[in-house]
């Protein structure tokens, strides 16, 4: 769930939806108006919600010639996993970006620097300083993860509060964007231990993660939930 308010890749013709509406006006049953609108979400598709990067801040990390970094903290963790998460998210979220036309500075240098710097990135200054050709850092910043069901080893539910912030090359002093993510996953009921391994569930929750935080800079369609 995510506190702003706000794939066939064929768009609906800009008029397509008040079209059906003004025809919806002039049948007399309730039916029939159910049954046009019903023949246009097969022909056009439903329509699509907005980037809210895009809604806020008025840019767009898709715009030609713009190139983003992703930097993402987690929290330390005991282990081998938790340790891996800041890296899996970095790459996982830089994937669906490209996947969106989005051009990313590859994960693996990124992870390589801030390995050569101690695990430390620094601060938005010295980022674009090192990746002068990146227009924005978006920032990825984990409170909480965990994936296992308190009190109840059998099962399995992602919990995580995530703060998602975008920074602008030459104005490093603010940010120009900022989205809390609080996930539940999934929402109505956790998934049984004997049903799917660790490992898996883990890599399921991940991915979700990453395309609910992807998604804030690219449009998609209702029905693309998480439950």
Known sequence: MSSTNLSLKRRPHPLGWLTLLLLCGSVSTMVGCSLMVETGVM????????????????????????????????????????????????????RRFKQHDIQVIDSHKVATWIDDNGGDWG??????????????????????????????????????????????????????FSNTIDSVYPRQYPEMADRISKHAFRKRYVDQLSTQIARLFYEHRPEETFD
Not at 69 to 79: F, L, N, Q, T, Y
Not at 123 to 136: H, I, Q, R, V, Y
Not at 141 to 169: A, C, T
């Open 43 to 94: 022909l056009m598709g439903r329509p699509k919600i907005p980037a809210a990067f895009e809604e806020f801040s008025k840019k767009s990390l898709g715009e030609k010639g713009v190139k983003a970094v992703v930097i993402c903290e987690a929290p330390m963790g005991s282990d081998s996993e938790a340790a891996a998460l800041d890296q899996e998210l970095q790459a996982e979220v830089s």
């Open 123 to 176: 601060s938005p200054e010295e980022l674009f300083e090192k990746f002068t050709d990146a227009d924005f850092l978006v920032l990825v910043d984990v409170h909480e993860f965990s994936y296992l069901e308190k009190d109840s080893p059998g099962l399995y539910r992602g919990r995580s509060q995530i703060e998602v912030s975008v920074y602008e090359n030459n104005e490093f002093d603010s940010r120009i």
